[in-house]
């Protein structure tokens, strides 16, 4: 389940970024941190597939950027018990 402030991060970067960082000079830290928040859960970064004991598809898992900053993985950490 996906929660609103994820959504809402993962949406503001891939709107505004273009812009904004078009006529800056940005270290490849910050770049990199955009690039994978906007990739996280996504085909890009690939998926593993759940399937049931009948060997049926049920859910397919795209993986996370795993990058400190994203608040999917984040998020996710959190809910697992992960430590920083």
Excluded at 49 to 78: D, F, M, W
Aim: charged share 30%.
């Amino acid at each position: 389940m996906k929660s609103v402030e994820t959504d809402s991060v993962c949406s503001t970067i891939r709107r505004f970024y273009p812009g904004w960082s078009r006529y800056r000079r940005l270290r490849a830290d910050v770049k990199r941190a955009a690039s994978r928040i906007v990739d996280c859960r996504t085909s890009r970064l690939g998926a593993r597939l759940e399937r049931c004991q009948c060997g049926h598809i049920c859910h397919i898992k795209y993986n996370s950027c795993r990058h400190r900053s994203c608040p999917r993985t984040r998020v996710a950490s959190e809910r697992n018990g992960w430590l920083d």
